[in-house]
């Protein structure tokens, strides 16, 4: 059902707004409204431009708060307001200065990784660095060369080189290693390497001792600084938790305050007064549910600094009120598809517990199995219960009818010699009609159910135009009155027929299906008169006839195609039972000996897919057969101000 809204203005001293929101607003759910662009008619509003002085704590206090995890979720609220702005002050203090701290850390831990990276290619020459790079009469060039070049370095060059190549490393792309020559021949040896793509790598001289002894002190100064920002971790961990209660606390009032502080974005200030005693007062306007507004006023009515207004007839006026459900807790998943298709205005009814009722009634009609059913109720209500999932709500309701027409087709786990059928057996059931011969019974079954269901949602459609005051739709078109007097008549006429007694008299039949003819092709016209809008026909008779038969066709055509959409019913109920035949034939239960194994996934994979299929196919039935004759789906969502976000 739709909750009923009532529209306020809330006034008061300026200075009293917070208190408000925090005394009252806090409890009752309010979607608040521009005051300035609604209240039109008020003269001198002006916006509030004060800066939310809370934004930039709070969210200093969400940081920390998320530093503590999961654990520790103890709250003290009992600081006030001063003394939760210098605590967070505090912590931001140290906080920053051992995030500096360790910044320059990460940065000195990267540089000796750098330095280690450049070093550990030449681990295993057995040299002291620091001698080899000041040799007098002798130079030493580290650094890298591909493959490929090293080959042709060995086999052609190394006996006409006064060098000698000591090789370190090697992977599958370069040889790392360094080469001694004499100073007079450098520079030539220096341009035969370059020639072959040496790579030098300038290694610093401060190094003490062998490359394998440098890695190894490198590496115990990078532990060390990891060690360092190890403890500063630590450090910045204790100071969490040892506020922890109050940042918690001062996370959830800071959060309140910055919200009620926030509702000064839509609300509206007016000086009132002569100059000299000029005073400040706030305006909040907005829509509350019916039953809060009463309270609220009841609540407020001895505070003598908050001003209340109730405008009863404000839809008349400023537009559409906001949509807010509320339904019992067994259909409350269910509105998951109506919030898809889009809320009901508030002239419209509540789709949710129809949709409940017949979404799980076809689903089970067209997935009746006993054991699959039971499997869908009991794992889509445990997951509704720990997840609060709504569609794992909807599987287990559904799963319920599942059930229930299990039994009705004698069906577990596709065995169909276990149960005996309450009903009937969906393959096997069949009916003789007048002028078609036999028929499967679920199907005609299924389209007397479309049959029923679309004369229920004309009825629907007349009772949401009643309410629009809409006579145009409510009297003539093929969904309203005049619809439902011809498809009704012609429903009555069909049953009559099939089920062999006397149909109506060609009077009666020109009465009740030419009238209604009638009046959807001269439907506007028709509307124009009886809501006294003066309005000229633009387009010629001609255009106008042209476009009323096509309409006339297409409306026919809905007619039929709406009631042989919902065969489909019948088709899943026994294409259910022909695909469990096959898992019984693959699994060998039929010739009495089960892999049991083959039959447990072939159970899984039916009830799996075939459920996803039929979830698809009735919720299709539910927008295009129904919802397209009576439901519109163009209200807005209900948002107050202070919910918050799940």
Same mark, same amino acid.
């Given at each position: ?30 979607? +608040? ?11 001198? +509003? ?150 072959? %793509? *040496? ?61 009620? *502080? ?42 003598? !600094? ?20 509320? #339904? ?13 298709? /889009? ?17 799980? *009634?076809? @689903? ?40 229930? @027409? ?71 078109? %093929? #969904?309203?009155?005049? /619809? ?16 062999? %007694? ?9 009465? &009740? ?19 006294? !809008? %003066?309005?000229?026909?633009?387009? /010629? ?7 009323? &038969? ?37 699994? /060998? ?42 439901? !519109?789906?163009?209200?807005?969502? @209900?948002?107050? @101000? ?5």
């Amino acid at each position: 059902m739709i909750v009923k809204m009532k529209f306020l203005s809330i006034s008061g001293p300026r200075n009293d707004i917070d208190r408000v929101c925090d005394q009252y607003l806090s409890k009752y759910e309010m979607q +608040l409204e521009n005051a300035i662009a609604e209240l039109k008619t008020t003269d001198n +509003l002006q916006p509030f431009v004060e800066v939310n002085p809370y934004k930039e704590p709070l969210a200093k206090a969400e940081q920390f708060a998320a530093l503590l995890g999961d654990d520790n979720r103890k709250v003290d609220t009992s600081m006030s307001k001063e003394e939760m702005l210098d605590m967070i002050r505090d912590i931001n203090h140290d906080y920053v200065n051992m995030l500096e701290k360790k910044e320059l850390l990460k940065k000195q831990a990267d540089d000796l990784r750098e330095r280690l990276s450049v070093l550990e290619p030449f681990r295993t020459l057995e040299l002291d660095m620091h001698k080899s790079l000041r040799y007098k009469y002798m130079k030493v060039r580290f650094g890298r060369i591909g493959v490929d070049y090293y080959k042709r370095l060995e086999k052609y060059l190394f006996d006409d080189l006064n060098a000698i190549f000591v090789q370190s490393t090697r992977n599958e792309n370069y040889v790392y290693g360094c080469y001694f020559v004499a100073n007079v021949d450098a520079s030539r040896v220096d341009t035969v390497f370059n020639s072959l %793509h *040496f790579e030098r790598i300038s290694i610093p001289s401060a190094y003490i001792g062998t490359p394998e002894q440098a890695c190894e002190e490198l590496q115990k100064e990078i532990d060390q600084v990891q060690e360092e920002m190890k403890d500063l971790d630590q450090k910045i961990e204790k100071l969490m938790k040892s506020h922890a209660p109050q940042l918690i606390g001062a996370q959830k009032k800071l959060e309140s305050m910055s919200n009620n *502080f926030d509702v000064r974005k839509l609300a509206a200030r007016i000086d009132q007064g002569e100059d000299d005693e000029k005073e400040e007062y706030y305006i909040l306007c907005g829509w509350m549910g019916e039953d809060d507004v009463k309270k609220f006023l009841k609540e407020s009515e001895k505070d003598d !600094r908050v001003f209340v207004v109730v405008e009863e007839d404000r839809e008349k006026f400023f537009g559409e009120p906001p949509t807010k459900l509320k #339904n019992p807790k067994f259909f409350k998943p269910f509105e998951m598809f109506i919030r898809m298709y /889009g809320l009901p205005a508030s002239d419209e009814m509540d789709p949710t517990i129809f949709v409940a009722l017949t979404y799980t *009634f076809i @689903f089970g009609a067209m997935f009746g199995d006993v054991g699959q059913g039971l499997c869908l109720f009991v794992f889509g209500g445990l997951l509704y219960l720990i997840k609060k999932i709504n569609l794992a709500g909807i599987i287990s309701i559904a799963g319920l009818f599942s059930t229930f @027409f299990g039994f009705m087709f004698g069906s577990l786990f596709g065995f169909e010699n276990i149960l005996e059928a309450r009903w009937l057996r969906p393959v096997e059931a069949m009916t003789n009609l007048p002028f078609i011969g036999q028929l499967n019974t679920v199907f005609v079954v299924a389209i007397a159910f479309g049959m029923a269901l679309n004369i229920l949602v004309m009825i629907f459609n007349v009772v949401n135009a009643a309410k629009k005051h809409d006579l145009e739709n409510l009297l003539f078109s %093929h #969904n309203g009155l005049a /619809g439902l007097v011809f498809y009704g008549f012609l429903v009555l006429t069909i049953v009559l027929y099939m089920t062999g %007694h006397k149909v109506p008299g060609n009077v009666m039949m020109a009465v &009740f299906l030419g009238v209604p003819v009638l009046l959807f092709v001269f439907k506007e016209p028709l509307g124009n008169l009886v809501e006294k !809008r %003066h309005k000229k026909m633009e387009e /010629g008779k001609v255009m106008f006839f042209v476009q009323a &038969f096509f309409e006339l066709f297409e409306t026919m055509l809905s007619y039929f195609s709406n009631t042989i959409s919902y065969v489909r019913i019948g088709a899943f109920a026994v294409s259910h039972a022909a695909m469990m035949e096959v898992v019984l034939m693959l699994s /060998g239960a039929t010739e009495g000996s089960t892999n049991w194994i083959v039959f447990v996934l072939g159970n899984i994979l039916v009830c799996g897919l075939e459920g996803l299929v039929v979830g698809i196919q009735v919720l299709r039935l539910e927008y295009y057969e129904m919802f397209s004759r009576f439901y !519109r789906g163009t209200g807005r969502e @209900f948002k107050p @101000f202070n919910r918050k976000e799940q």
